[in-house]
């Protein structure tokens, strides 16, 4: 077990980490076993490893060195835009171009924030945090489980960060060293998104809106080319809520 | 890393925070509104679909019977049977390993 140590006083990593959740937890919300939620997270360990890995490997072919594969993980944090720019990076685009894409491609992140908005953390850093850290798979994962408290949000969104930039550095590092005799694996993400998306559908209130949004999307998918599809249906989906809520309110 | 490498790195941290962080500057008001609130429950229902096909590969539509199309099929038959978010990612996951490394 490792020991961290706070002040003078060695804590064993089990403590250290009930001083941590302390630091955002409120009294009225029960804490979940940290064991718990890294059973929770292990099907992004596994997406995160198998893209990470391949992340880090294509980066370390096109010359970047490990920390500026390690920085781009840290501070961006985002694998699908991270995955795109990896061609921009040898044949750079116009800025603009590249502007426009990456806030195209990112623009669904304000959806998953404004949803988590309405979870109070403590302090300013830890809320700040942990929209920095906001996934797609860590968002997929808070919805299917909407009973974690905000220092368990916190931890499981943290572990999810440190699995990504693991995984891109490690993949870097090993690179072509390290052969995967199993196919098939990347496919852990899309049972991860899923599996969340069975549940709307089985769920009576949410039925017809994760369908629908299944079905624009998969045509838009389907006819179209991926930043194109990615913003017809954003804006198609966007546009249809907004009827949706529009016409409840009125 | 050259110049051109840098400005990237910028932008993506730039539209990847932006999105992130926008909602923190909303007022509390505008947070407890119930069109809000409505909004917030049909969002992710509709964007849970759009994540499948981000996270499927792009050659999933050129042929029918995918190995990624066999493993949701399952999935769903996982979903109805037992109702385990794990049993379900796991059975689907496992399945598409099997065709794909083995068939």
């Given at each position: 077990m490792g020991v961290l140590y706070h002040g003078t006083t060695p804590l064993t990593s089990q403590s250290a980490l009930d001083t941590l959740c302390s630091m955002f937890h409120t009294k009225t919300q029960k804490k979940t076993p940290f064991l718990q939620l890294l059973s929770l997270s292990w099907p992004t360990f596994l997406g995160y490893l198998f893209f990470g890995m391949s992340y880090g490997y294509l980066m370390n072919q096109r010359g970047i060195p490990w920390w500026g594969t390690l920085l781009f993980s840290l501070l961006v944090f985002g694998g699908s835009i991270q995955m795109m720019a990896l061609a921009w990076l040898v044949h750079p685009l116009p800025l603009i171009q590249t502007t426009l894409i990456a806030f195209l491609v990112n623009a669904r992140h304000v959806f998953y924030s404004l949803k988590r908005r309405s979870i109070p953390l403590k302090s300013k850093l830890s809320e700040l945090w942990s929209f920095f850290t906001l996934s797609d798979e860590t968002f997929t994962t808070l919805e299917m489980n909407p009973h974690l408290d905000s220092s368990s949000i916190l931890i499981l969104s943290t572990l999810h960060y440190l699995y990504w930039s693991g995984a891109t550095l490690l993949g870097h590092l090993l690179g072509s060293r390290l052969t995967i005799q199993?196919?098939?694996?990347?496919?852990i993400l899309t049972a991860l998104f899923f599996s969340a998306f069975l549940n709307q559908v089985t769920s009576s209130k949410t039925s017809i809106t994760a369908l629908m949004g299944l079905i624009i999307s998969a045509v838009s998918f389907m006819i179209l080319p991926l930043v194109a599809a990615l913003t017809v249906s954003l804006i198609s989906l966007l546009g249809l809520t907004f009827i949706m809520v529009y016409r409840r309110s009125s | 890393m050259n110049q051109s490498q840098w400005m990237i790195l910028i932008i993506l941290i730039v539209s990847t925070s932006v999105p992130r962080l926008l909602?923190?500057?909303?007022?509390k008001d505008t947070l407890l509104s119930s069109q809000l609130q409505h909004f917030n429950t049909i969002m992710p229902a509709m964007l849970s679909g759009l994540l499948v096909m981000i996270a499927l590969?792009?050659?999933?539509?050129?042929?029918?019977?995918s190995p990624e199309l066999m493993g949701l099929g399952f999935m769903i038959c996982l979903h109805f049977m037992f109702k385990k978010n794990m049993v379900t990612m796991l059975g689907g996951t496992l399945l598409v390993v099997i065709l794909k490394t083995w068939f």
């Open positions: 199993l196919q098939g694996l990347e496919f | 909602p923190l500057m909303m007022s590969p792009s050659s999933f539509f050129d042929q029918w019977a």
